[in-house]
């Protein structure tokens, strides 16, 4: 059953005659017969006595009608009830550090939607939280694929080598990985991307990285630099602002010094709604 017979049923009886109501419904009245032979059929009894002077509701048409009117009452209700929870729903944003306070609050200051950024250290946590719909949307760096997911590129950034001022690479117009196999780095913990990335690189040149100390999530690992302390790789949005006075980025010159950033959401609808808007925000 459909419920444009419903409201047919409950114009027909409002109009008593299925012309007026057919222009009413603004459908021919063929079409509107159809409709309230459907619904007879459906419900195996006659709902019109049909004369000459119009048509009335049989006490069947009338039963009938008291339902309808009770459907589509609580039809447009429910109607009403969605469209309050969907202006009060806050969309859940999951980001890398990076993204959340450079790229995303111009990217999203006239999103129509009300939203909260959740700020991860990597992307494996940040995927976590999607799957298990702690977050409705992931900015992140995909390393392996998501069943069940919906996800669009949205952009892509070289990553540099990151050193102190006085470093002897500081100077250095770029770098290679071979140059660089037994400086001491600095590096987040385990499922960081910089980290993944760097163990790529090492673990093609069939060496393992050179720790000199394992910075924990929330500390600033440039200070580390500063300090001497060791090397380190970050990607462009979180070192774009960086003064280079104490501390030197350093293109690194492999093919594989690019990070991508995806927006990954499992609703395909929400994704499309955050993927038009991002591309409407022109740079400033």
Same mark, same amino acid.
């Given at each position: 059953?459909?419920?444009?017979?419903?409201?047919?049923?409950?114009?027909?009886?409002?109009?008593?005659?299925?012309?007026?109501?057919?222009?009413?419904?603004?459908?021919?009245?063929?079409?509107?017969?159809?409709?309230?032979?459907?619904?007879?059929?459906?419900?195996? +009894?006659?709902?019109?006595?049909?004369?000459?002077?119009?048509?009335?509701?049989?006490? +069947?048409?009338?039963?009938?009608?008291?339902?309808?009117?009770? &459907?589509?009452?609580?039809?447009?209700?429910?109607?009403?009830?969605?469209?309050?929870?969907?202006?009060?729903? !806050?969309?859940?944003?999951?980001?890398?550090?990076?993204?959340? +306070?450079?790229?995303?609050?111009?990217?999203?200051?006239?999103?129509?939607?009300?939203?909260?950024?959740? &700020?991860?250290?990597?992307?494996?946590?940040?995927?976590?939280?999607?799957?298990?719909?702690?977050?409705?949307?992931?900015?992140?760096?995909?390393?392996?694929?998501?069943?069940?997911?919906?996800?669009?590129?949205?952009?892509?950034?070289?990553?540099?080598?990151? &050193?102190?001022?006085?470093? !002897?690479?500081?100077?250095?117009?770029?770098?290679?990985?071979?140059?660089?196999?037994?400086?001491?780095?600095?590096?987040?913990?385990?499922?960081?991307?910089?980290?993944?990335?760097?163990?790529?690189?090492?673990?093609?040149?069939?060496?393992?990285?050179?720790?000199?100390?394992?910075?924990?999530?929330?500390?600033?690992?440039?200070?580390?630099?500063?300090?001497?302390?060791?090397?380190?790789?970050?990607?462009?949005?979180?070192?774009?602002?960086?003064?280079?006075?104490?501390?030197?980025?350093?293109?690194?010159?492999?093919?594989?010094?690019?990070?991508?950033?995806?927006?990954?959401?499992?609703?395909?609808?929400?994704?499309?709604?955050?993927?038009?808007?991002?591309?409407?925000?022109?740079?400033?």
């Amino acid at each position: 059953m459909e419920l444009v017979w419903l409201q047919s049923l409950l114009i027909i009886a409002e109009e008593k005659s299925l012309s007026r109501a057919s222009q009413k419904l603004n459908i021919s009245q063929p079409a509107l017969s159809k409709q309230i032979k459907k619904l007879e059929h459906m419900l195996n +009894s006659e709902l019109l006595n049909r004369s000459p002077q119009g048509v009335e509701l049989t006490k +069947s048409g009338e039963r009938t009608l008291d339902y309808a009117k009770k &459907v589509l009452s609580e039809w447009k209700k429910l109607q009403s009830d969605l469209a309050l929870l969907q202006a009060e729903h !806050i969309v859940q944003i999951g980001s890398l550090p990076s993204l959340a +306070s450079q790229y995303l609050p111009l990217k999203l200051l006239h999103f129509p939607l009300q939203q909260h950024i959740q &700020v991860e250290d990597n992307s494996q946590k940040l995927m976590a939280k999607l799957l298990e719909g702690d977050i409705d949307i992931a900015f992140v760096e995909l390393q392996q694929d998501y069943p069940n997911t919906y996800q669009k590129p949205l952009f892509s950034e070289p990553l540099f080598l990151i &050193v102190s001022a006085n470093h !002897i690479f500081a100077n250095r117009d770029q770098v290679t990985f071979a140059d660089v196999i037994d400086q001491p780095f600095l590096l987040y913990p385990m499922g960081c991307d910089s980290r993944y990335f760097v163990n790529r690189m090492f673990a093609k040149l069939n060496k393992k990285p050179r720790i000199a100390h394992e910075t924990p999530y929330g500390q600033s690992i440039l200070g580390y630099v500063r300090a001497g302390r060791g090397i380190t790789v970050l990607p462009y949005s979180a070192i774009k602002d960086l003064k280079q006075e104490e501390i030197k980025a350093i293109p690194i010159n492999e093919n594989e010094a690019i990070r991508t950033i995806f927006i990954v959401s499992t609703q395909k609808e929400l994704l499309e709604q955050f993927t038009n808007h991002i591309k409407e925000v022109r740079p400033t």
